[in-house]
């Protein structure tokens, strides 16, 4: 009998993470016979790595500094490329998550293998073959093409904003919470699920978990379990095809913020907050889980965990609550399943100290 359920799916084939791997580029260049590569880059980070990847590439480049992101930007660069320049050998995205979603657009427009050089590592877009943007004030997600090549040069990852780091480690810890949503939808919806997925998903968030009271991303060996953790999360993603086995009830609750303009917190900061409160939900309806050493591991590692740290008081969070009902419904997690009212939600802020 042939084995005709087995599963096709691509996966990178280069990827490092280490301090000093931006050096590789190089390598790149040589093993995959690039010889017109589109590199975009932001305004800053092409200072601190876009210009030394050019350099590195050794072949003819053509460099676009992204400032916005939008499909209209990344459409712009298409017909810019189509218009003359040639056809690239290679999209390289040099920087944070706008420039790499706008990249991971191009790329797979125009065909071309795209290689990820994320400057930070603020969620799992750094690998996943999705791309984020904002169009009139409203958060959308589109699937493209997963990087071919990942290039993670811890030295400048460290060097990036605190404040995202602690926004990476809330995206990534979100992950246990997020598949035990999906767990719900296997039990109660008779989903699809694949346990290696969900293994990649929450392994390393769990590691992260119990090693957080000596997590300090100063430290290549902390910053490596993070950087590790998001790329097996785009990972996850990428072989399960769809954002399901990371994106459940409190991914809901902080796309519900970004449709209503709430609050100031990033995407990880958002969704740790989520955690908390979701991780809080199963707790109470199935006794599984421990929303105390969620919220305990982000105080440790300094990212917020009150509503108030990020602008928001609890009318906006009980506002928002309600409103992550209406996001992709479809998408079956403990909000579907408990339909909680809002006296559930306000319980629920207060017992975790998440809003007075
Ligand atoms: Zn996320």
Redesign the pocket.
Same mark, same amino acid.
């Given at each position: 009998m042939m084995f005709k359920h087995l599963k096709q799916i691509s996966l990178p084939v280069d990827v490092r993470v280490y301090r000093g791997a931006i050096e590789h580029v190089k390598k790149i260049a040589r093993k995959y016979d690039i010889n017109f590569a589109v590199l975009l880059t932001g305004a800053k980070t092409d200072k601190v790595a876009g210009r030394k990847v050019q350099k590195l590439m050794e072949c003819r480049t053509k460099k676009f500094i992204v400032r916005n992101a939008s499909r209209q930007v990344a459409k712009k660069i298409e017909e810019e490329i189509g218009a003359g320049l040639g056809d690239a050998d290679a999209v390289i995205g040099v920087g944070g998550g706008k420039v790499l979603d706008v990249a991971k657009v191009v790329a797979f427009h125009s065909n071309a293998p795209l290689i990820s050089i994320p400057t930070n590592a603020a969620?799992?877009?750094i690998a996943s073959p999705l791309a984020s943007f904002k169009e009139r004030g409203k958060p959308i997600s589109i699937k493209v093409g997963s990087p071919v090549s990942i290039i993670a040069d811890l030295e400048i990852i460290k060097d990036s904003p605190v404040r995202l780091l602690r926004s990476g480690y809330g995206?990534l810890i !979100?992950n246990v919470v997020e598949v035990k949503d999906w767990m719900l939808g296997v039990e109660k919806r008779d989903e699809d699920y694949d346990e290696i997925v969900a293994s990649i998903s929450t392994m390393p968030a769990m590691l992260l978990l119990k090693s957080s009271r000596e997590l300090n991303f100063q430290n290549t060996s902390s910053l490596r379990l993070l950087v590790r953790g998001l790329i097996l999360s785009g990972l996850a993603i990428n072989m399960y095809g769809s954002s399901r086995p990371? !994106?459940g009830s409190a991914?809901k609750f !902080?796309h519900a913020l970004d449709y209503l303009g709430y609050g100031d917190g990033t995407?990880?900061e958002q969704?740790g907050i989520g955690t908390i409160i979701m991780e809080y939900m199963h707790q109470q309806c199935y006794g599984e889980g421990d929303w105390e050493i969620l919220k305990n591991s982000l105080e440790k590692i300094l990212a917020p965990t009150t509503a108030k740290e990020i602008n928001l008081n609890k009318k906006m969070m009980l506002e928002a609550l309600m409103y992550s009902k209406t996001i992709r419904p479809h998408r079956y997690t403990i909000i579907e399943d408990q339909d909680p009212q809002k006296k559930d939600f306000e319980i629920c802020l207060e017992k975790t100290g998440v809003a007075k």
């Open positions: 969620h799992d877009g995206d !979100s990371v !994106s991914h !902080s995407h990880g969704v």
